[in-house]
């Protein structure tokens, strides 16, 4: 069974920092790109952030990019997402997501398996 588990959310003030995590098992992490999208109130599911399987490279939307890191460790079967500069905007559920298809399309299609999500809220 399939699980990705997120955790590190929680309330920040505008400019601050959050690190998420998400634990992976029941599956083999090292085949698998590990993305995060998030979700706001009313909004659709946006894509934040990509990481390939070695964790050479990494893909970030216009939002995030230069605010958002994302990166990975192998041995633990781990993703990370650091979150710097927060905005009123980043509020949302984040959501850990495997994707083991190749696809350098970062759309819900690419998604093999979901996290439950984790709250992230950004007071201004």
């Known amino acids: 069974q399939v699980q990705l588990v997120e955790s590190g959310g929680g309330l920040v003030q505008a400019g601050g920092s959050l690190r998420l995590s998400c634990v992976a098992s029941?599956?083999?992490?090292?085949?698998?790109?590990m993305d995060w999208f998030r979700q706001a109130p009313g909004k659709e599911r946006e894509f934040v952030a990509a990481i390939t399987r070695s964790g050479g490279s990494t893909y970030y939307p216009d939002s995030v990019k230069g605010r958002f890191t994302i990166s990975r460790d192998n041995a633990k079967n781990t993703v990370y997402l650091q979150m710097n500069s927060l905005k009123a905007e980043d509020t949302a559920v984040y959501y850990c997501?495997?994707?083991?298809?190749?696809?350098?399309?970062?759309?819900?299609?690419?998604?093999?398996?979901w996290g439950q999500g984790t709250q992230v809220t950004v007071s201004s």
């Open positions: 029941g599956l083999t992490f090292s085949r698998y790109a």
């Open positions: 997501a495997a994707s083991g298809r190749g696809s350098t399309v970062y759309s819900l299609d690419r998604v093999d398996y």
